[in-house]
């Protein structure tokens, strides 16, 4: 009589996405200290934050980083920021075609872009429009970023326009931040939800719903970062999966390197997990 021989369960598909570290992760240390550690522990690439170090705003500076560290750099962060301002001109248009311009020469598939600010009047009218029309001329993907209402005691300021929830406005595709759902206290699944195949890009980081824009290693807050990371492993997602964390808090460059393998562990794990529960019958 011969023996059965049962069929091994299918393997979990290899999840396409890339674990990057972004620059701003290291702050107060520098851009050069992100690619140092991203390639000591093992990320897949960088997102450079352009913003007041002049190595971040310096193309053939980053060039050599990446080449020396044989890291590479998966997207461009334009200066977006209040503290850049004046980083790659005042003009927010001009800010956007230089971004672009770094992302193609340096290789990058991605160019993360805030909504503007309530009080940039024109640059806000015409922002949705703005954004279809750059990214019909390029490659590089715009990503708009979800950001929140700034709040202070019980008072609460819209201070992005068009919208503060991008998914509200029609966009090619969308950055989330799980420390900004946190931020805004919305339902962050649900706007990855609207987001849809449109959601290109991510930042994760973790939040408890402060007003505070926390960037909490993963793990640490409220958010749904595990099951975020678990369904991509049986998506069609493609973006990368960039570490946005604050670590200035840190006491040492030892315990600040240790909250980045912290968070590239976490990714890894549940980026990997598939659900193996037995379908239903």
Same mark, same amino acid.
């Given at each position: 009589m011969g023996t059965l021989s049962s069929v091994p369960p299918p393997h979990p598909p290899t999840p396409k996405a890339k674990v990057a570290l972004s620059t701003a992760s290291v702050y107060p240390e520098t851009t050069a200290t992100a690619f140092e550690i991203a390639a000591r522990l093992g990320y897949d690439g960088v997102e450079v934050m352009v913003w007041t170090d002049p190595v971040s705003q310096d193309i053939d500076a980053l060039r050599r980083l990446s080449d020396d560290h044989q890291v590479p750099i998966l997207a461009i962060h334009a200066p977006c920021l209040l503290i850049?301002?004046?980083? !790659? =001109?005042?003009?927010? !248009?001009?800010?956007?075609?230089?971004?672009?311009?770094? $992302?193609?020469?340096? +290789?990058?598939?991605?160019?993360?872009v805030h909504p503007p600010f309530r009080w940039q009047r024109a640059y806000?009218? /015409? @922002?949705? =429009?703005? *954004? !279809?029309?750059? $990214?019909?001329?390029? /490659?590089?993907? @715009?990503?708009?970023? &979800?950001? %929140?209402? !700034?709040? %202070?005691?019980?008072?609460?300021?819209? $201070?992005?326009?068009?919208e503060w929830d991008v998914t509200k406005d029609d966009y090619r595709h969308f950055t989330v931040d799980l420390s900004h759902t946190a931020t805004a206290r919305t339902d962050a699944t649900a706007m990855i939800d609207r987001m849809g /195949?449109?959601?290109?890009? *991510?930042? #994760?980081?973790? +939040? &408890?719903? =402060?007003?505070?824009?926390?960037?909490?290693?993963? +793990?640490?807050?409220?958010?749904?970062?595990?099951?975020?990371?678990r369904g991509l492993a049986t998506s069609s997602f493609d973006g990368h999966i960039v570490i946005e964390v604050n670590t200035r808090r840190a006491m040492s460059s030892a315990e600040r390197e240790a /909250?980045?393998?912290? $968070? #590239?562990? @976490?990714?890894?794990?549940?980026l990997s997990a598939a659900d193996t529960r037995a379908p239903r019958r």
């Open positions: 850049t301002q004046r980083v !790659w =001109s005042t003009d927010p !248009w001009t800010k956007l075609q230089r971004a672009q311009s770094a $992302a193609e020469k340096l +290789g990058a598939s991605t160019v993360v806000s009218r /015409d @922002f949705v =429009s703005g *954004i !279809w029309r750059m $990214a019909d001329e390029t /490659d590089v993907r @715009f990503a708009v970023e &979800n950001m %929140y209402p !700034w709040r %202070y005691r019980d008072r609460e300021m819209l $201070a992005y326009a068009p /195949d449109r959601l290109a890009h *991510i930042h #994760l980081a973790d +939040g &408890n719903g =402060s007003a505070k824009d926390e960037h909490l290693v993963p +793990g640490r807050g409220t958010q749904p970062c595990a099951e975020l990371l /909250d980045l393998a912290e $968070a #590239l562990a @976490f990714t890894r794990l549940h």
